[in-house]
């Protein structure tokens, strides 16, 4: 399956980027009408990025090769460094390289690692993977949350009324490098009591750098408002492109406001992978 990221710069910026092993291939192309400079960089450590191409024009489809002195894996991303007018689209895709005359490769478990296909090999990608989270919170910033209540219930977090904007932390305790995170979800339920509670849901992602972690949204997230009957949580936001990879770590950020008699008891949050 190929993986392409296509960004329409209007201002400058960066796209996502794409995962490239080493000695596996990548195209770009760059479309539009535009004054503006565009750039295909790539990095192994979401720090220092190195320069494939760059122009001022467009750009029929290119080739480049991941071959370098090592067995690296590279991120690729497109940016445009200088914008002046109009729309400057700059896509990139990879490319799965054939290996010829290869047969499937089967574990000893009988289960389908790479499949032969067209004189060539694809790797197996179990999409749409649903991973629940039920334990590994803790009270965030803004307190008011209850972890781990004295009750006979397993629920992840409970937030009591009368509570504004408590933050809760929720740890990501697993994930593959290369997986790519798809969906991030939540399932609770709000007790109204007639009043306003709100929930909003984020998956996060703190990358390592030199001068200490960054910290940013991955995705737009998740708002719930339940104004005058209690409300089943079980919502999710689909659409996100994410691969993990190993300078990040990942965790998703609960913020509850809760009015009088209501209160919010959530069961668990989950991610969707697609895992590679």
């Known amino acids: 399956m190929t993986t392409t990221v296509s960004k329409a710069y209007t ?16 195209t770009y192309v760059v479309t539009g009408t535009f004054v503006g400079t565009w750039v295909v960089e790539y990095t192994w450590d979401q720090t220092n990025y190195f320069e494939i191409a760059t122009g001022t024009s467009t750009q029929t489809s290119v080739t480049w090769e991941n071959s370098r002195n090592d067995t690296r894996q590279v991120w690729v991303r497109t940016r445009c460094s200088a ?27 009988g289960v389908t690692l790479l499949a032969a296909k067209d004189e060539g090999y694809t790797t197996i990608r179990r999409v749409d993977q649903q991973y629940l989270i039920t334990s590994g919170a803790k009270v965030g910033g803004t307190a008011g949350a209850v972890v781990d209540a004295a009750n006979d219930k397993g629920s992840l977090v409970k937030v009591p009324a009368s509570q504004t904007a408590s933050t809760v932390v929720v740890k990501v305790p697993f994930l593959k490098v ?60 689909t ?38």
Do not use: M
């Not at 995962?19 to 291939?25: C, F, L, Q, T």
């Not at 914008?83 to 478990?109: F, H, M, Q, R, W």
């Not at 913020?255 to 989950?270: E, F, I, N, P, R």
């Open 178 to 237: 290369g997986w790519i995170i798809t969906g991030v979800g939540i399932i609770g339920q709000i007790e109204s009591g007639g009043n306003t509670a709100t929930v909003d849901c984020i998956l996060r992602a703190q990358t390592a750098v030199a001068a200490g972690l960054t910290d940013a949204a991955i995705g737009s997230g998740i708002t719930q408002v339940s104004v005058t009957a209690d409300t089943v949580i079980d919502d999710e936001e």
């Open 11 to 26: 201002a400058t910026g960066n796209s996502a980027a794409i995962a490239v092993k080493d000695k596996n291939s990548l």
């Open 83 to 109: 914008y002046t007018s109009g729309t400057l689209t700059a896509a990139i895709a990879d490319v799965k390289d054939p290996i010829p005359e290869v047969d499937d490769v089967i574990d000893n478990d």
């Open 239 to 276: 659409g996100l492109s994410h691969t993990v990879i190993d300078t990040e770590g990942y965790y998703i950020l609960l913020t509850v406001t809760t009015a009088a008699l209501t209160d919010v008891d959530v069961q668990g949050v989950y991610l969707t992978v697609t895992e590679v």
